[in-house]
């Protein structure tokens, strides 16, 4: 079962991505400003190109303002008004846009993640059709493989795959070509088909083996995963343990297939309150952040570490059912994987401190038996 953390990670990964389309965007608004006082090498008068150059800086100058929710006391063309105005409409459409787009993608990721997951246990059980179908070497051992044969005759796996095209019908060329020079050639796999009776430890060996080093490890099988997913270098990590859990499932010649959520429509509103209530939090807290980071600007800390506080305190704020600590914990650990080394008692030295202060204010609310005097 994916759990919360999966989902943190995932809301984390189209935050980034969205802090890059404000950049993108904020740079399109000033292109377009500076595309406004160009020239008009169409026009029949004379062109005052020193008038222009003055015209732009002025127009960027107050974009700037505007777009810090300064207030300008200058007086300034009209012209300029409304290239102003035209560039920060722009943007935030644009802004808008793409934090719909990022939202609705976060959910159909998750999915995503569940197809990778169906799509490895398959490539297991094709791995096995191709081993039946070789008649110089035995590979008895492998297509007879108790846990094989389990997931192959698996109704709910056979029914996903065929619902969300994650068969491997349409890449068998690619399968074959991992067989014939992936698996074969591995040593471990050579001697497991040439055990003359391999004992249940020898079995769960060999799955593993396939599944991280042969699949999910460095090479040609891995690389085709990452073609097909951008984010596969973390995506992997949580479809390698759904698959770890399907073979520790194996029992009575059945295995249990990872479930995407206990509440899928739940987590789908976490997802979405969470990643929009960070996006919106409100600079009273990004300013708590920075008076506890040494008067950094938030902005200028490391982009990792800013999304992790952010996230927490928006979480904090906004999820009255998770416990603080509950919340600290987990941001504790994705700082741990995804940022610096010193990110983790980094953030959380500052998590406890903004807890704290948040409480003291009456910000944090917390409902419910144990979570009402709950550090």
Request: proline share 2%; net charge neutral; glycine share 2%.
């Amino acid at each position: 079962m994916l759990n919360r953390r999966t989902l943190r990670i995932k809301i984390m990964q189209s935050l980034f991505a969205f802090d890059q389309c404000r950049e993108a965007n904020y740079q399109l608004a000033q292109d377009l400003i500076d595309e406004r006082f160009l020239p008009d090498l169409n026009s029949m008068e004379v062109q005052d190109k020193e008038l222009l150059r003055k015209q732009n800086k002025s127009a960027r100058q107050l974009f700037d303002k505007k777009f810090k929710g300064l207030d300008s006391n200058q007086e300034v063309e009209t012209r300029i008004i409304e290239v102003v105005e035209e560039a920060l409409t722009r943007y935030h459409q644009q802004v808008k846009k793409d934090q719909d787009f990022l939202a609705r993608n976060i959910a159909l990721d998750i999915e995503k993640l569940t197809q990778l997951y169906h799509s490895v246990l398959g490539l297991l059980v094709e791995f096995g059709e191709l081993a039946k179908a070789e008649k110089k070497i035995n590979h008895a051992n492998y297509y007879e493989h108790p846990c094989i044969k389990a997931i192959s005759t698996n109704e709910e796996l056979n029914a996903q795959l065929l619902r969300s095209n994650a068969g491997w019908q349409k890449d068998i060329d690619h399968v074959r070509t991992w067989f014939r020079e992936v698996i074969k050639n591995d040593d471990a796999y050579q001697e497991f088909i040439a055990s003359k009776k391999p004992d249940v430890e020898k079995q769960n060996a060999i799955l593993k083996h396939l599944v991280r080093k042969l699949i999910l490890g460095t090479g040609i099988i891995n690389d085709f995963f990452e073609e097909q997913d951008i984010r596969w270098a973390e995506d992997k990590v949580i479809v390698r343990s759904l698959v770890d859990k399907t073979l520790k499932s194996f029992a009575a010649g059945k295995v249990e297939i990872q479930k995407l959520s206990l509440d899928w429509e739940d987590d789908k509103m976490f997802i979405t309150k969470l990643f929009k209530s960070t996006i919106d939090l409100d600079v009273k807290y990004k300013k708590l952040i920075a008076s506890n980071t040494k008067n950094w600007e938030v902005d200028r800390l490391p982009l990792t570490d800013r999304v992790i506080l952010e996230m927490a305190l928006a979480e904090m704020l906004n999820f009255p059912n998770i416990p603080v600590k509950v919340t600290i914990n987990e941001y504790i650990e994705l700082a741990k994987e995804y940022s610096t080394p010193k990110s983790r008692q980094f953030i959380n030295g500052i998590l406890d401190v903004l807890a704290k202060s948040m409480k003291e204010s009456g910000d944090i609310k917390k409902s419910g038996r144990g979570l009402i005097d709950n550090k």
